[in-house]
């Protein structure tokens, strides 16, 4: 016995609020940044690195450089002694544990690395200030 087939025919509008974009998110941003910031650094060019320092939004931790990206810069300056852009890192460190709450200034390997290029660059009272300072932070 054969039953016979039932076509319906169906028509279904959906509506979506989906957006496309081609915009980069700011998760996607950051992470960009940090590489960069770690590809400038490791190939010697601090000017560069400073800049993009410099220019990324200092509004909330989210958007902060990351640890590994700060101690590379950092290690950067101790191998070419470049005392103000190490200093100007730090300035920025600063800004960012003001203005957001995010202190990468806590962070030990941070600490160490800035003591040693103050150090290193033979301002040993300053690295001693920046030690006791960061401490109470």
Same mark, same amino acid.
């Given at each position: ?20 974009? &081609?915009?980069?998110?700011?998760? =996607?941003?950051? $992470? %960009?940044?940090?590489?960069? @910031? ?40 101790? &191998?070419?002694?470049?005392?103000? =852009?190490?200093? $100007? %890192?730090?300035?920025?460190? @600063? ?43």
């Amino acid at each position: 016995m054969m039953v016979p087939a039932i076509s319906l025919s169906t028509n279904l509008t959906v509506s979506t609020n989906i957006t496309a974009t &081609s915009a980069p998110t700011t998760l =996607h941003k950051h $992470r %960009l940044h940090n590489s960069t @910031l770690k590809s400038l650094s490791k190939s010697g060019k601090l000017d560069e690195a400073l800049r993009l320092i410099e220019s990324w939004p200092s509004k909330s931790p989210a958007t902060a450089p990351d640890v590994e990206a700060c101690a590379l810069f950092l290690h950067s300056c101790i &191998s070419r002694k470049a005392l103000e =852009h190490g200093q $100007r %890192l730090y300035l920025q460190l @600063l800004l960012y544990r003001d203005r957001c709450n995010h202190n990468l200034l806590n962070n030990p390997t941070l600490k160490g690395k800035l003591i040693t290029l103050f150090s290193v660059c033979g301002r040993v009272d300053e690295a001693r200030r920046v030690l006791r300072m960061v401490g109470r932070m």
